[in-house]
T-cell receptor, first 114, second 114 residues
Framework: NAGVTQTPKFQVLKTGQSMTLQCAQD?????MSWYRQDPGMGLRLIHYSVGAGITDQGEVPNGYNVSRSTTEDFPLRLLSAAPSQTSVYFC?????????????FGQGTRLTVV | AQSVAQPEDQVNVAEGNPLTVKCTYS??????LFWYVQYPNRGLQFLLKYITGDNLVKGSYGFEAEFNKSQTSFHLKKPSALVSDSALYFC????????????FGDGTTLTVKP
């Protein structure tokens, strides 16, 4: 059971480039989310999804797009990369059951924008 | 709005001594509280959660946490620390419809010295 898989693990982008961070889970979880982790700032929610075809914004959505065409996949798109988007990105999923269910995290993608 | 505070950036303890990592929260209604651990270059791993019931919650690797409603706290504890417990610990609260929209604290780095 692979759990939550993120690709790539590392990425360097030039300012203005676009890219997609991939996230896939094989646990049939309805809920998926993207966080960014910056030193001293914990995890901040970017976007989340409560099921296929349904997405919503989190705390820091600007500069990012998401879509959820299948239960398994939840890609995060950077439209025009900026140095402020240098961060570690985590994808997470959680099973149905409401807010009492814990999240399962991927290994993270370390993104550097130069 | 919901929030979590981890007042200590760093906690240092000697191996074999008890450890406490502090967390306070603010949320409307009943809180759902979580602790996660992050080892270097890894994703977050779930440790334990409080949903309802007994105020002392037991979790993985010998960790436990005490929920105190009057003090709005959910401190993580372990009776005897191990060097391998050294990691970054996050407290999270869920006050929305699912754990995918949890709010995380800024994290506390625990260092256990031999």
């Amino acid at each position: 059971n692979a759990g939550v898989t993120q690709t790539p693990k590392f990425q360097v982008l030039k300012t203005g480039q676009s890219m997609t961070l991939q996230c896939a889970q094989d646990m049939n979880h309805e809920y998926m989310s993207w966080y960014r982790q910056d030193p001293g700032m914990g995890l901040r929610l970017i976007h989340y999804s409560v099921g296929a075809g349904i997405t919503d914004q989190g705390e820091v959505p600007n500069g990012y797009n998401v879509s959820r065409s299948t239960t398994e996949d939840f890609p995060l798109r950077l439209l025009s990369a900026a140095p402020s988007q240098t961060s570690v990105y985590f994808c997470a999923s959680s099973p149905p059951g409401g807010r009492g269910t814990e999240a399962f995290f991927g290994q993270g993608t370390r993104l550097t924008v130069v | 709005a919901q929030s979590v505070a981890q007042p200590e950036d760093q906690v240092n303890v000697a191996e074999g001594n008890p450890l406490t990592v502090k967390c306070t929260y603010s949320v409307s209604g009943n809180p759902y509280l979580f602790w996660y651990v992050q080892y270097p270059n890894r994703g977050l791993q779930f440790l334990l959660k409080y949903i309802t019931g007994d105020n002392l919650v037991k979790g993985s690797y010998g960790f436990e946490a005490e929920f105190n409603k009057s003090q709005t706290s959910f401190h993580l504890k372990k009776p005897s620390a191990l060097v391998s417990d050294s990691a970054l610990y996050f407290c999270a609260v869920s006050g929305y419809t699912n754990a995918g929209k949890s709010t995380f604290g800024d994290g506390t780095t625990l260092t256990v010295k031999p």
